[in-house]
């Protein structure tokens, strides 16, 4: 697999994270049942989240000076 031929796994579950004191994998399942394993080292979580500093704006509490953070 090179470079920019990334697969993109839309409707599947990431049911647990394999390796012991390192990542060396995930367990998958699609939404059609399928499970599968992707051998891996990294993986980066994406969602709508509440970035900190918003939560702390919100509270009215100051931000650390240059790090925009709580």
């Known amino acids: 697999m090179g470079f920019g031929r990334v697969p993109v796994l ?3 579950f ?4 394999l390796g012991r004191g390192r ?5 998958v399942r699609g939404g059609d049942g399928r499970a599968g ?3 891996c080292d ?3 979580f994406t969602g709508d989240w509440i ?4 939560l ?3 509270r009215g509490l100051p931000l ?3 790090a925009r953070g709580p």
């Open 51 to 54: 970035p900190d500093h918003e």
């Open 10 to 12: 839309t409707g599947t």
């Open 23 to 27: 990542l060396s994998g995930v367990a």
């Open 64 to 66: 650390a000076p240059g």
């Open 37 to 39: 394993v992707l051998r």
């Open 14 to 17: 990431v049911t647990e994270l």
């Open 42 to 44: 990294t993986v980066v």
């Open 56 to 58: 702390v704006r919100a």
